[in-house]
């Protein structure tokens, strides 16, 4: 158990629709990153955020946002849905804002379905 | 951007034996290269990781190597068991950002 949480764990929506997942980082943790694992694409880092700032931005689409709470969890947005972002969506968390290369720790991930 | 490659894609051993999983990146700037193991409905978990300012690590079972010059670091398991089998991955990431570029995955299968 890495102390990382997501909710929830499976999510079956269909095209066009707009959902939310949640990520709790780890106690003490700063940064949350978020990252798609699709068959295709493999594991694709997303988004990170450091203490509720926006701290880099990886091949997260205009659809697709998030946004990290002053309590520190963080939740990813996903609207318009299409077929393909069916995927696994994985938050993790580091200590700090990650800039000496910071061990991160991933969650169970949410499957998504888009149908 | 950095891009990761990994080998190969699927590795079947014998129980007892060794396996080697080999990944290069093209990011001169990428000094921080970790290893995940991913089994089935779990999300990746860090099994050991190495820094550019040193060429191998080892913990226990499990070494990492890295030759910066070639631009390539592997993953060593020594003495595998049945429980080792699962998707590794490797990953690099350069000190300015702490976000991580993913290999492709290799499938190890230990066969008892």
């Known amino acids: 158990d890495s102390g990382v949480t997501q909710t929830p764990k499976h999510l079956i929506t269909a095209t066009g629709q707009r959902v939310t997942l949640r990520c709790s980082p780890r106690?003490?943790?700063?940064?949350v990153y978020w990252y798609q694992q699709s068959l295709d694409q493999g594991l694709q880092f997303l988004i990170q955020?450091?203490?509720?700032?926006?701290?880099a931005k990886g091949n997260i689409l205009e659809r697709f946002s998030a946004q990290q709470f002053p309590d520190l969890h963080s939740e990813l947005n996903l609207s318009s849905l299409e077929l393909g972002d069916s995927a696994l969506y994985f938050c993790?968390?580091?200590?700090?804002?990650?800039?000496?290369?910071?061990?991160?720790?991933f969650g169970p991930g949410t499957r998504l379905l888009v149908l | 951007g950095e891009n990761v490659e990994q080998h190969p894609s699927t590795l079947s051993v014998q129980e007892g034996d060794s396996a080697v999983i080999k990944c290069t990146y093209s990011?001169?700037?990428?000094?921080?290269f970790p290893w995940y193991k991913q089994e089935l409905g779990k999300g990746p978990q860090l099994i050991i990781d190495?820094?550019?300012?040193?060429g191998e690590k080892k913990d226990q079972r499990i070494a990492v190597t890295l030759n910066k010059t070639a631009k390539h670091f592997s993953l060593h398991i020594t003495e595998t068991q049945p429980e080792d089998s699962a998707v590794y991955f490797c990953?690099?990431?350069?000190?300015?950002?702490?976000?991580?570029?993913f290999g492709t995955g290799t499938r190890l299968t230990v066969i008892p």
């Open positions: 993790a968390s580091s200590v700090g804002g990650g800039g000496a290369g910071e061990t991160q720790y």
């Open positions: 106690s003490g943790d700063l940064s």
């Open positions: 955020y450091y203490n509720g700032e926006e701290r």
């Open positions: 990011d001169s700037a990428s000094n921080y």
């Open positions: 190495i820094r550019s300012n040193v």
């Open positions: 990953a690099a990431s350069n000190g300015g950002a702490n976000n991580l570029f």
